[in-house]
């Protein structure tokens, strides 16, 4: 496959093959579930902007759901853009994605566009991670808040747009307030359980649209049982069951 090189995970997303290496924070639950509920709780968007888009992972699920869309994916770690262009180049919307090496919060007046919609799965470990895997821990560390966050995705939404993150459920509270200061409101929460019994949910996808509305509240598990995904989530990601599930 063009781009490929010998050592290259490849992870299948339907009839999409996606290229993932190991200096580029991987696809995971989070992204899965972020770009698969999308589609459910948005409708038609034609100018889609992926925050922190890493392998690009979100950005050809929107693709995927929103074939008429066109998709800038941003990222400020150069190996990802690398890394995602080859996936866009790979994939039959090539013509409709595009891939920059940027920083939103240091270069946010080169995003010249008002987005229709904007998607992240935005880093948020505060305290330095303790992990044996350093691209991980460089992915997930979130050198602004919450607040800082909201304010410069909602800044590059025109003015019906929405914007979708996942984020874990113990700081949603904290993305619901930043969101609310800057008058946009959470429309569609999905909290994501790892299993059924399980009191706590380990994140929240959260929906923010201008103005205020009633939230619709859901929840979801991600495992039947230890090494069993639930259908739930086999069916809102699109993935396909491991071998033994």
Same mark, same amino acid.
């Given at each position: 496959m063009?781009?490929?090189?010998?050592?290259?995970e490849?992870?299948?997303?339907?009839d999409?093959?996606? !290229?993932?290496r190991t200096?580029?924070?991987?696809?995971g639950?989070?992204?899965?579930?972020?770009?698969?509920?999308?589609?459910?709780v948005?409708?038609h968007?034609?100018? @889609?902007?992926d925050?922190g888009?890493g392998t690009?992972?979100?950005?050809?699920? +929107?693709?995927? %759901?929103?074939?008429?869309s066109?998709?800038a994916?941003?990222? +400020?770690?150069?190996a990802a853009?690398?890394?995602a262009? @080859?996936?866009?180049?790979n994939?039959?919307?090539r013509?409709?994605?595009?891939?920059?090496q940027?920083?939103?919060?240091?270069?946010?007046n080169q995003?010249?566009? =008002? %987005?229709?919609? @904007?998607?992240c799965?935005?880093?948020?470990?505060? =305290?330095? +991670?303790?992990s044996s895997?350093?691209?991980?821990?460089?992915?997930?560390?979130?050198?602004?808040s919450?607040?800082?966050w909201?304010?410069?995705?909602?800044?590059?939404?025109n003015?019906?747009?929405?914007l979708?993150i996942?984020?874990?459920y113990?700081?949603?509270?904290?993305?619901i307030?930043?969101?609310?200061?800057?008058?946009y409101?959470?429309?569609?929460?999905l909290?994501l359980y790892?299993f059924?019994?399980?009191? @706590?949910?380990?994140?929240?996808?959260?929906?923010?649209?201008?103005g !205020?509305?009633?939230?619709? !509240?859901a929840?979801?598990?991600?495992?039947?049982?230890?090494?069993?995904?639930?259908?739930?989530y086999?069916?809102?990601?699109g993935?396909q069951?491991?071998k033994?599930?």
């Open positions: 063009k781009g490929a090189a010998e050592h290259d490849i992870f299948m997303w339907k999409i093959r996606i !290229i993932q200096d580029v924070f991987k696809i639950t989070d992204a899965l579930s972020l770009g698969g509920w999308v589609a459910k948005v409708s968007p034609l100018n @889609i902007l925050v888009t690009g992972v979100l950005a050809l699920m +929107m693709a995927h %759901y929103f074939p008429e066109k998709i994916a941003i990222d +400020m770690d150069n853009i690398e890394l262009s @080859i996936n866009f180049r994939s039959k919307w013509d409709h994605l595009s891939a920059e940027l920083d939103i919060f240091q270069k946010i995003i010249t566009w =008002q %987005y229709d919609l @904007i998607v799965n935005p880093p948020f470990y505060h =305290q330095k +991670m303790e895997n350093e691209v991980n821990a460089k992915a997930k560390h979130a050198e602004n919450a607040s800082e909201i304010k410069v995705l909602v800044n590059k939404l003015s019906n747009g929405d979708c996942v984020v874990p113990i700081d949603a509270f904290h993305w307030e930043a969101a609310n200061t800057n008058s409101y959470c429309r569609n929460r909290n790892s059924p019994k399980d009191e @706590i949910p380990v994140r929240s996808l959260l929906h923010f649209h201008i !205020i509305a009633a939230s619709e !509240i929840r979801m598990n991600v495992y039947e049982t230890i090494n069993k995904h639930s259908q739930e086999l069916d809102l990601t993935i069951p491991k033994g599930e």
